[in-house]
């Protein structure tokens, strides 16, 4: 498993739905690292699986067994089968309703930081986006909030992969640090039938510095998001 959210919701999650199309019904413990995270929990309590039955390995301690099943990964790195979409969506407890218009930040996040965020907030919130902290909701709620999404905005992230709750058709603009790029929610965006469109940020260069903080044009973005139809303030 993985403790990314991205990968946790699209290279982990759908091999149970493999394992149970495949008769794989029964089974004395799901395997977890030794701390899962909260996403993980919660998830798996969609899917029923009693916490009683989540083993916590360690690499500190050998666990042997006298079957283990390991599901293969159906499908190449950052890709999404379009049958995920629709049973990721319908394991989503509870009605789905939201903004919008939504702007996914990522200030609460270690890297990759968007200096001039709250400069494009501002522009965005005048064209009625709301801005979402992700990390600071339970996966439910994320999933609430992007369920009326019909415009999203966002710099790349495993936030993004809430996309996948978005009604078909959504608009979706992702901008990236020129130093970190991957298609991997454009793929996204095809299963599920999103438009997209993407932009490359530009580096803000500090001495020492790793976290890969970067600037966005924000006239860009606003001139991206008329082009995807959206009407001007």
């Given at each position: 498993n993985?403790?990314?959210?991205y990968h946790?919701l699209?290279?982990?999650?759908?091999?149970?739905?493999?394992?149970?199309?495949?008769?794989?019904?029964?089974?004395d413990?799901?395997l977890l690292?030794r701390n899962?995270?909260?996403?993980?929990e919660?998830?798996l309590?969609?899917?029923e699986v009693?916490?009683?039955?989540?083993?916590?390995?360690s690499?500190?301690?050998?666990?042997?067994f006298?079957?283990l099943?390991?599901?293969?990964m159906?499908?190449a790195p950052r890709t999404v089968?379009t049958?995920a979409v629709?049973?990721?969506r319908?394991?989503v407890?509870?009605?789905?309703?939201g903004?919008?218009?939504?702007?996914?930040?990522?200030r609460?996040?270690?890297?990759?930081?968007?200096?001039?965020?709250?400069e494009l907030?501002?522009a965005?919130?005048?064209?009625?986006?709301?801005?979402?902290q992700?990390?600071?909701?339970?996966?439910t709620?994320?999933?609430?909030c992007m369920?009326s999404a019909?415009?999203?905005v966002?710099?790349h992230?495993a936030?993004?992969a809430?996309?996948?709750f978005?009604?078909?058709?959504a608009?979706?603009?992702?901008?990236?640090?020129?130093?970190h790029?991957n298609?991997?929610?454009?793929?996204?965006?095809a299963?599920?039938?999103h438009?997209?469109?993407?932009?490359?940020?530009?580096a803000?260069e500090?001495?020492?510095?790793?976290?890969?903080?970067y600037t966005?044009?924000?006239?860009?973005v606003l001139e991206?998001?008329e082009?995807?139809g959206l009407?001007?303030?």
């Open positions: 993985s403790d990314n959210y946790w699209f290279d982990s999650l759908p091999r149970w739905k493999m394992l149970q199309a495949a008769g794989w019904s029964e089974y413990f799901v690292q899962p995270c909260r996403f993980q919660e998830t309590d969609w899917l009693p916490a009683a039955r989540r083993l916590h390995c690499k500190s301690f050998v666990h042997q006298d079957r099943v390991v599901p293969a159906p499908f089968p049958w629709p049973w990721l319908s394991l407890p509870h009605t789905i309703s903004p919008e218009k939504v702007y996914l930040s990522r609460g996040a270690g890297g990759r930081q968007l200096v001039n965020e709250v907030l501002a965005l919130e005048q064209r009625g986006f709301i801005a979402i992700p990390e600071n909701l339970s996966v709620e994320q999933a609430r369920g019909h415009w999203i966002a710099p992230g936030a993004l809430n996309s996948v978005a009604p078909p058709g608009a979706l603009v992702e901008f990236f640090h020129p130093q790029k298609r991997c929610y454009e793929n996204l965006a299963a599920c039938g438009r997209y469109a993407c932009l490359d940020g530009i803000v500090r001495k020492g510095d790793r976290r890969l903080e966005v044009g924000v006239t860009g991206c998001l082009q995807m009407k001007p303030a």
